[in-house]
């Protein structure tokens, strides 16, 4: 048995699902793909390359997918892999820093397509409510450089040295097995997507683990494939209510509310500025699902 498995969890990856399996191939790893429903022939493109494969008859959700792939493997190591992301390195270096003393995993470097290292995704310390309330009040839009945002984000450090990390990005994170079963893997109420990968490293880091961003290795990312299919309204309603579900999670009952109005704030903002933009009501109304979800986890709490 390889001592990493390999885990890629495909949403109508049909595009990008090659590279990424002959590259994770070529590491002499133990490869699993649990396809969500796919209906782009994802699924052939797997079979046709004679990887193990499980393939839902229904979309599960990102984290319930990995689970799944958790389940079906026995390796020391497990490599979570988004489909868009092509190795360009052996992953050594991640088992490496896995094995150092109190480690709870690591992640690489993250570059797109120019070679461009994508700083402010592939490494990032954990979200604070302050953090959160700046993207989602558009303030990181209108200032990105502003000092909690570089802080979160760690923009300016020097990506070619290892440093720990609060959140690897979940599109290239190797987890040694032992820590994930002590923290029970990931949590499937984030679905379908958005906020599982950060839940996983937060709680990680809440059993006094660390986790390391590692430049020696490398994947080629693109980035999106499967949410940029996604409806946009959907697509929204989803990332807030994964928002509200890790803050109700990890925040105090304070901290939470001034998160909902910070998101109620923020999704009238954006409605009213995409609508001018647009000229069109559409992205206004569109927000409504949005600002409900927030009404109601203010008075209620947050109710999956």
């Known amino acids: 048995m390889a001592p990493i498995g390999i885990i890629i969890v495909t949403y109508n990856s ?3 699902i090659g590279p990424c399996l002959e590259a994770a191939l070529a590491t002499n790893s133990d490869v699993i793909v649990i396809d969500n429903a796919s209906s782009d022939g994802t699924v052939g493109e797997v079979r046709r390359r004679n990887v193990r494969l499980i393939a839902n008859a229904e979309n599960r ?3 319930a997918a990995v689970n799944q792939g958790v389940a079906a493997l026995d390796n020391r190591y497990l490599l979570l892999l988004n489909p868009d992301a092509v190795l360009q390195t052996s992953l050594d270096p991640l088992r490496a820093a896995c094995e150092l003393p109190d480690s709870g995993g690591a992640g690489g470097k993250l570059v797109d397509e120019t070679g461009q290292i994508q700083a402010g995704f592939m490494a990032r310390e954990l979200p604070t409510v302050a953090s959160l309330i700046l993207e989602v009040i558009l303030l990181n839009r209108c200032w990105p450089k502003n000092p909690i945002n570089r802080r979160y984000r760690i923009l300016g450090r020097n ?13 290239f994170l190797m987890v040694p097995r032992d820590v994930g079963r002590e923290v029970g893997w990931m949590d499937e109420g984030f679905y379908p997507v958005w906020f599982e990968d950060v839940d996983l490293c937060k709680r990680i880091r809440d059993r006094g683990k660390t986790l390391f961003y590692v430049p020696t290795a490398v994947a080629k990312h693109t980035g999106g494939h499967s949410v940029g299919r996604m409806e946009l309204e959907k697509r929204r309603y989803y990332w807030y209510r994964s928002l ?3 803050s109700a999670k990890h925040f105090g009952r304070g901290a939470f509310r001034v998160m909902c109005l910070s998101v109620l704030l923020g999704s009238v903002l954006r409605g009213l500025v ?5 000229r069109r009501i559409q992205p206004a109304q569109s927000y409504g699902r949005v600002i409900r979800l927030a009404g109601r986890s203010l008075l209620f709490g947050f109710r999956p």
């Open 14 to 16: 049909a595009e990008e």
């Open 274 to 278: 995409e609508s001018v933009t647009n």
């Open 61 to 63: 959700g990102f984290a």
């Open 244 to 246: 509200l579900r890790y």
């Open 159 to 171: 990506y070619d040295t290892q440093f720990a990390v609060g959140q690897p990005a979940g599109a």
